[in-house]
């Protein structure tokens, strides 16, 4: 069974500029959780969506948004780059909410 | 406000030797912890979980021992092995299992030397 996917793997973009990442869950799997990891502050949650509705949210700014599609893909969205958006964000689905996280490799986006 | 702490961003350790990762929580509706090793550019690999309820989960070279009065969990890995130096993050739920938006550790970088 393919693992979680995350497209692109590495990303370079300025300030101001706004920005898609792509998550694929492992197949059947219904529930995606987005984090970010930062040097500074470890891994962060951003968001988690079950059956194409957010569950959860974490302590982000608005510029931070996401969604689920009914395949259960999921992207996330930041708008208006800022420096401290440079980190690895990654995706990570289960079966249900109750079950254990499968993490993707990450996408390595760096702001200039 | 830090939930889950690991105090010690780096351990050293002898091959052979047991290795034991420490993690603090100050939020005592977590019930539910979990242990992850991550590989540089690599994603988080699920290790190890523990519930609340229990104060200590065996798996292979892996234990997880609880200790709920204190908010302290640690990882012991015995015999280490070089192929376990890694980054191995602590986090915890307080969703009742719920696993969809954990808290996190900084991490502790662990160097098993042959």
């Known amino acids: 069974k393919a693992g979680v996917t995350q497209t692109p793997r590495y990303l370079i973009k300025t300030r101001g500029q706004q920005v898609t990442l792509s998550c694929s869950p492992i197949s059947g799997h219904r529930s995606v959780s987005w984090y970010q990891q930062t040097p500074g502050q470890g891994l962060q949650f951003l968001f988690e969506y079950f059956s194409e509705t957010q569950r959860n949210k974490g302590n982000f700014p608005g510029r931070f948004s996401g969604r689920q599609f009914s395949n259960s893909r999921s992207e996330m969205n930041v708008s208006t780059l800022e420096l401290g958006d440079s980190a690895l964000y990654l995706c990570a689905s289960t079966l249900t909410t109750q079950e254990t996280q499968y993490f993707g490799p990450g996408t390595r986006l760096l702001v200039l | 406000d830090q939930q889950v702490k690991q105090n010690s961003p780096s351990l050293s350790v002898q091959e052979g030797r047991i290795s034991i990762l420490n993690c603090d929580y100050t939020n005592s509706m977590f019930d539910y912890f979990l242990w992850y090793k991550k590989y540089p550019a690599e994603g988080p690999t699920f290790l190890i979980s523990?519930?609340?309820?229990?104060d200590k989960n065996e798996d292979g070279r892996f234990t997880v021992f609880l200790n709920k009065s204190a908010k302290h969990l640690s990882l012991h890995i015995v015999p280490s092995q070089p192929g376990d130096s890694a980054v191995y993050f602590c986090?915890?739920?307080?969703?009742?299992?719920?696993?969809?938006?954990?808290?996190f550790g900084k991490g502790t970088k662990l160097s098993v030397k042959p």
């Open positions: 523990i519930s609340s309820i229990k």
């Open positions: 986090a915890a739920s307080g969703n009742g299992g719920s696993q969809g938006n954990l808290i």
